[in-house]
């Protein structure tokens, strides 16, 4: 025993010895170096810094992405247990930018069944009645094929769809016979020749399947609008390769932007194009709002050329399951609330809005979201991450290292395999059903029993701990068809200076000394 004893303690330090000798020598760390063994504590501090900081020193209510509380009642609804908190809210309710609902002094009994949506405009033969909340974008490559299966078969099981994302209509997203969003970006992917178009034929034959409902085009996403993506080759299998459509082994990018429009109108040309090839399936697009002009340019086309998308999907500066440069993440596009209120006012004020509809994603997780962007101008409501956490995400933020410790965002089949796809289905089951059905109550509470009775004034948001404003009084709400009366003044330039022929805006309209476009 104690030679024993003796002959591990000469193995350590003999180790020991090696690995101070080796970071003696190495050049590429000058902590090592000065610090040989002990040095290599503060890299394992690093690593597993997320964990402690999760774990032991957030606060419920102020992590980041998605603090502690509203993770909790994700996972709770999931499993079907106790989603209540007691004792009073941890929320500084008097602190600028805290938000609350208006209460009707005579709420409503909750409906028997929550409130659907019909998308689909006069130029759609297959109109699609929606969720409140549904499974927003998110690819097959990006998410495991169990996640995936687990999203759709719990989709299936709750009638609410599952966008697809751009990485393709793959088996995985067919197998189960969920409502699906077959979403195309600007790689075309599972719609795409081999230069790298749009392939019609191939689009026509895969959205005539029953089980897609709507069709997408992907004009950008909340955490990275304006670019593309890339996936590395070592990353393209050969399964991906064949879903994709691109060859196996190597680098496949998503481009910055699309080569099927360059202007507002091509773009709503080929939105008319998507629904006629998909036999009159409700057609639409996806965008990260940069510029209210481009916004108020796409209205101008859609009344030049005589049809409308029939739904629109504002994304919010603040979603994104997918990893992205942080400068994108933290600086670039429109936070949902800002996005969601430009497009419904845009539309509004060009007499559109009647006929389009339009869904909002971007940090959706509970009941209270959900109406909040409802009152926003949104009719329905899309989510990712939580849909996620539903499957059993815990936030690790290891989506883009393959490394996901629960299978979710991986493409590792022994990771995958720990999500198994029955329970975690039932579990997307259970969290969409509790959140639409808390929603349905927050609107009876409100006063409301359908999406369109709800308004600005329902919400109020505190401008500083002494005061607070109403939606309705801190922004102006654009009246029916107001912007071809005339435009009001705040509106006005942005009004003048989008054109239906070019996403440029004409800045002649911008006289020296003027603001410039919002």
């Not at 003999?14 to 590429?28: I, P, T, W, Y």
């Not at 610090?35 to 980041?64: A, C, K, M, S, T």
């Not at 340019?297 to 997918?322: H, L, N, Q």
Request: hydrophobic letters at 35%; a neutral charge.
């Amino acid at each position: 025993m104690v030679r024993w004893q003796q002959a591990t303690a000469l193995a350590t330090a003999g180790s020991l010895a090696g690995l101070a000798l080796r970071d003696l020598v190495q050049r590429k760390h000058a902590v090592l170096r000065n610090y040989p063994v002990v040095g290599h504590l503060r890299y394992l501090l690093e690593d597993i810094r997320p964990e402690i900081q999760q774990y032991f020193i957030e606060r419920n209510w102020d992590g980041r992405p998605f603090d502690r509380d509203t993770r909790s009642i994700i996972y709770e609804r999931a499993k079907g247990t106790m989603a209540e908190q007691p004792f009073g809210t941890e929320r500084d309710v008097d602190r600028s930018g805290y938000e609350a609902l208006v209460h009707s002094t005579a709420p409503l009994e909750k409906p028997d069944t929550p409130p659907r949506v019909r998308v689909g405009g006069p130029d759609c033969s297959q109109p699609y009645d929606m969720s409140l909340l549904n499974v927003s974008a998110m690819s097959f490559g990006a998410l495991s094929a169990n996640a995936i299966r687990a999203l759709n078969k719990g989709a299936r099981l709750g009638g609410f769809a599952h966008d697809t994302g751009e990485g393709g209509l793959t088996p995985y997203h067919l197998e189960n016979g969920g409502d699906l969003v077959w979403e195309i970006g600007s790689g075309y992917f599972g719609a795409r020749t081999k230069d790298g178009d749009f392939d019609p034929d191939a689009f026509r034959d895969k959205s005539a399947d029953d089980r897609v409902k709507c069709v997408s085009l992907k004009l950008s996403q909340g955490a990275k609008p304006g670019i593309g993506g890339v996936l590395p080759a070592a990353k393209v299998t050969a399964e991906i390769a064949q879903f994709r459509g691109v060859p196996e082994g190597e680098k496949c990018v998503s481009p910055a932007r699309h080569k099927v429009f360059s202007t507002p109108v091509e773009l709503i040309e080929f939105i008319a194009r998507m629904r006629e090839l998909s036999g009159g399936k409700p057609a639409g697009f996806k965008l990260c709002v940069g510029s209210r002009m481009d916004v108020l340019a796409i209205c101008k086309a859609i009344r030049e050329v005589g049809t409308a998308p029939d739904f629109i999907i504002v994304d919010g500066s603040e979603g994104g399951t997918g990893a992205a440069p942080l400068e994108y993440e933290d600086h670039v596009g429109m936070p949902l609330t800002h996005g969601l209120m430009t497009v419904h006012n845009a539309l509004v004020g060009t007499g559109l809005r009647d006929n389009i509809k339009i869904g909002a994603s971007g940090k959706i997780a509970g009941g209270a979201d959900i109406v909040k962007r409802l009152i926003q101008g949104a009719d329905y409501t899309n989510a990712a991450r939580a849909m996620m956490m539903a499957t059993g995400c815990i936030q690790a933020q290891e989506c883009h290292t393959g490394k996901c410790p629960v299978g979710v965002a991986t493409q590792s089949p022994r990771r995958a395999r720990a999500l198994d796809v029955a329970s975690k289905s039932e579990r997307v089951h259970r969290y969409h059903q509790a959140t639409v059905e808390q929603a349905a109550q927050i609107m009876a509470t409100l006063g409301a029993r359908e999406p369109h009775e709800l308004s600005p004034h329902m919400l109020r948001h505190n401008i500083s701990p002494n005061e607070s404003r109403s939606y309705a009084e801190l922004f102006t709400w654009l009246r029916p068809g107001e912007l071809l009366a005339g435009a009001p003044e705040s509106w006005r330039r942005d009004w003048e200076a989008a054109s239906a022929d070019a996403f440029t805006p004409q800045l002649s309209t911008y006289r020296a000394g003027e603001a410039r476009p919002a």
